[in-house]
């Protein structure tokens, strides 16, 4: 047997197998997205609600107490975290047109 052919093989199967690991990765990853999506749709309603605003200038009077994490009153982290998701969704529908392409 050929020695490149071999190879070749070797290397088809080291790719398949990291594929496989990276689809089953990434379909964890979108089912506990998929199933966490009504907590990030309450964080948009809080972000964009009355209550928001009442909390973060409660926060600048220093009415929590200092050991209180507040990111979520941080003005651009809910906003960061949509891009940052908006900008995974548009990687995953590139990634769909070059499946799409391939013969």
């Known amino acids: 047997m050929e020695a490149s052919r071999i190879k070749r ?4 199967e080291a790719i398949l197998n990291r594929w496989n690991g990276l689809a089953e990765e990434g ?9 966490a999506m009504p907590e990030l749709e309450r964080l948009v309603a809080y ?14 009077a220093g009415e ?3 050991d209180l994490p507040q990111g979520v009153l941080s003005q651009d982290a809910v906003f960061d975290l949509l891009t940052l998701l908006r ?6 529908q590139s990634m769909n047109l070059r499946i799409a392409r391939i013969p």
């Open 47 to 60: 972000y964009s609600s009355p209550d928001w605003n009442k909390d973060y200038y409660a926060s600048d």
């Open 27 to 35: 379909e964890k990853l979108l089912e506990a997205m998929e199933e």
């Open 64 to 66: 929590f107490p200092e």
């Open 87 to 92: 900008g995974l969704v548009l990687m995953a």
């Open 9 to 12: 093989v070797e290397e088809m």
